[in-house]
């Protein structure tokens, strides 16, 4: 390990660590907060003033009237303490869904959209009652919330639009998480599949966001048997027999050699191109959609090693 490497690991060791630290730390204080009988080594009457802070800040699901009038800066720290509280168990539930390790497309996805919808429910969570602690009626809120998604409706069109393609593409199984699949010329792997949009990764690893909406023809290239294709180039004063044996001798030990990328042995087509200065001949191998860039790289390594070493060489030029 270089230096550069160990200068790079230890912040981001450090930063997670620190991350921990504080959920760990806005867990107690929640649980502190709902059972202060724990805290054994406060006064009874300590702990009695954190069950009222409790009772009247959290518990309460109408308006929090301060008797005395002005501003009731205990709202703020109540609120605080609940928005800490949302962040830490979005982070948990987060870590949880990272230990559930699934070899089904299927399963993952049903995972990333499971907790898309929790980490939504969250935020709706602390927006709602972060309005009550503040001194809002939840009640009013939630019904006014109402009022206006019916009004938003008419002019969202295109968000419920994204909504329910998200829904029917989860339900019809037409791509799922890992999948690799051609949108509007775009070829990438999916990484995610939200309520509103799906994340594609091509193999230069460019992120694209698209809308579940515009996703309306696509090739799912994981459901058939990719082909890749290897165009050799061979001088025309070349002997061809000879080049052609060779090239028959690699493509045997290929899947052998690299049984990760080829599903049998590739196949070899014949002269795809001829001119003045070489011979274009194509080998062809059924591969995995995935797969289909490493193994036409280690084709091509290969014949390429085979015939220099049999001092073929690629044109008369």
């Given at each position: 390990?270089?230096e550069k490497?160990?200068?790079?690991?230890?912040?981001q060791?450090?930063?997670?660590?620190?991350?921990?630290i504080?959920i760990l730390?806005?867990?107690l204080?929640?649980?502190?907060?709902n059972?202060?009988q724990?805290?054994?080594?406060?006064?009874?009457?300590?702990?009695?003033?954190?069950?009222?802070f409790?009772?009247?800040?959290f518990?309460?699901y109408?308006p929090?009237?301060?008797?005395?009038?002005?501003f009731d800066?205990?709202?703020?720290?109540a609120?605080?303490?609940?928005l800490?509280?949302?962040?830490?168990?979005?982070?948990?539930?987060?870590?949880l869904?990272?230990?559930?390790k699934t070899?089904?497309?299927?399963?993952e996805?049903?995972?990333?959209?499971?907790?898309n919808?929790?980490?939504y429910?969250?935020v709706?969570?602390a927006?709602i009652?972060g309005l009550n602690?503040?001194g809002?009626?939840v009640?009013t809120?939630i019904?006014?919330?109402?009022?206006l998604?019916?009004?938003?409706?008419?002019g969202?069109?295109s968000?419920?639009?994204?909504?329910?393609?998200?829904?029917f593409?989860?339900f019809e199984?037409r791509?799922y998480?890992g999948d690799?699949?051609?949108?509007?010329?775009?070829?990438?792997?999916?990484?995610s599949?939200?309520?509103?949009s799906?994340?594609?990764?091509d193999?230069?690893?460019n992120?694209r966001v698209?809308n579940?909406?515009d996703i309306?023809?696509?090739?799912?290239?994981?459901?058939?048997t990719?082909?890749?294709v290897s165009?050799?180039?061979?001088?025309c004063s070349?002997?061809?027999?000879?080049?052609?044996e060779i090239?028959?001798?690699?493509?045997k030990?290929?899947?052998?050699k690299?049984p990760?990328?080829f599903k049998?042995?590739?196949?070899?087509?014949?002269?795809?191109?001829?001119?003045e200065?070489?011979?274009?001949?194509?080998?062809t191998?059924n591969?995995?959609?995935?797969?289909?860039?490493?193994?036409?790289r280690?084709?091509?390594r290969e014949f390429?090693?085979?015939?220099?070493?049999?001092?073929?060489k690629p044109s008369d030029?």
């Amino acid at each position: 390990m270089t230096e550069k490497t160990k200068t790079v690991q230890k912040p981001q060791s450090r930063k997670s660590t620190s991350r921990i630290i504080g959920i760990l730390l806005i867990l107690l204080i929640l649980l502190a907060l709902n059972l202060p009988q724990l805290l054994f080594f406060l006064k009874p009457e300590q702990q009695e003033a954190i069950r009222l802070f409790h009772t009247t800040y959290f518990n309460q699901y109408t308006p929090i009237r301060n008797p005395e009038g002005g501003f009731d800066w205990l709202r703020l720290v109540a609120l605080l303490f609940m928005l800490a509280a949302c962040w830490a168990v979005s982070r948990v539930i987060k870590w949880l869904f990272s230990l559930i390790k699934t070899k089904n497309r299927h399963t993952e996805t049903l995972k990333g959209l499971a907790a898309n919808v929790i980490r939504y429910g969250i935020v709706i969570y602390a927006i709602i009652f972060g309005l009550n602690i503040l001194g809002a009626d939840v009640l009013t809120v939630i019904a006014g919330l109402g009022i206006l998604a019916l009004i938003i409706g008419f002019g969202a069109q295109s968000l419920i639009e994204d909504i329910f393609s998200g829904l029917f593409i989860l339900f019809e199984g037409r791509f799922y998480v890992g999948d690799i699949i051609n949108v509007d010329d775009f070829r990438g792997e999916v990484k995610s599949i939200g309520i509103v949009s799906t994340q594609l990764a091509d193999a230069g690893g460019n992120l694209r966001v698209i809308n579940n909406s515009d996703i309306r023809v696509l090739t799912n290239l994981s459901e058939i048997t990719s082909v890749a294709v290897s165009l050799i180039s061979v001088a025309c004063s070349a002997n061809l027999d000879q080049a052609e044996e060779i090239i028959a001798g690699v493509i045997k030990i290929l899947p052998e050699k690299y049984p990760q990328y080829f599903k049998g042995e590739p196949r070899y087509v014949g002269v795809e191109e001829l001119n003045e200065t070489n011979v274009i001949l194509k080998v062809t191998a059924n591969v995995d959609e995935i797969n289909i860039y490493m193994a036409r790289r280690m084709m091509n390594r290969e014949f390429k090693k085979a015939l220099d070493a049999a001092g073929i060489k690629p044109s008369d030029l």
